[in-house]
């Protein structure tokens, strides 16, 4: 472990896991295996962070979530309370056989998520997915299919309901560019994807 790390009497962390600096587990949280989390993370009470997953600086994975492996968390990423990133595309307990499954017989499967990107409260991604960078899943939601860059989606299946700035707030559309009202960061929507709208895309669009 890195200095300045926190973990509380009550966490479970393994002793090979990697913690960077700054970071803090909370009670009753555990960290398993092989993890590596980046500097400044903060891992909420009871959260679970499994063997070889991986968080970026700076992300905070709140209380009661579950980060099955072999997710990977970019930098800045927030994990709401009560989430679940699975790893198991066809889950079962059992063989057809009816005899126990070991790690041996299925192909763990994980959630790709993006820098700066916001997972609300209790949602659900369902493995193998990726959560684009600054992309927002609202609370409740079951994501079952990639989100791009920017995206908001809600709803059970998750669906693009809108886009996102990197402040979180929902982009304003203005003669057909997507603007952020906090920051004033402009952007252009094409074949369902979001681009910043600098000086490149103006010539391109003038090209």
Request: with cysteine; aromatic share 6%.
């Amino acid at each position: 472990m890195s200095g300045n790390v926190f973990t509380a009497a009550s966490a479970d962390v393994a002793e090979d896991a990697v913690l960077g600096a700054g970071t803090k587990v909370w009670h009753l949280a555990q960290v398993r295996e092989q993890a590596r989390l980046g500097e400044r993370c903060i891992v909420g009470r009871a959260a679970y962070i499994g063997t070889g997953v991986e968080l970026g600086d700076d992300c905070k994975v709140q209380n009661l979530a579950l980060v099955y492996e072999p997710a990977r968390l970019g930098r800045g990423v927030f994990i709401g309370p009560g989430v679940v990133l699975t790893n198991d595309t066809y889950p079962r307990a059992v063989n057809p056989d009816l005899s126990q499954k070991s790690g041996d017989d299925w192909d763990a499967v994980g959630v790709d998520i993006g820098d700066g990107a916001a997972i609300g409260a209790r949602s659900v991604c369902v493995a193998p997915v990726r959560i684009g960078a600054w992309a927002l899943v609202a609370a409740g939601s079951v994501v079952t299919r990639d989100v791009p860059d920017f995206g908001l989606v809600a709803g059970v299946p998750a669906k693009r309901i809108g886009w996102v700035g990197r402040t979180g707030r929902r982009l304003e559309e203005k003669d057909g560019v997507w603007v952020c009202p906090d920051t004033g960061e402009t952007f252009i929507e094409r074949d369902g994807a979001l681009r910043p709208a600098g000086p490149a895309q103006e010539e391109e669009n003038h090209g």
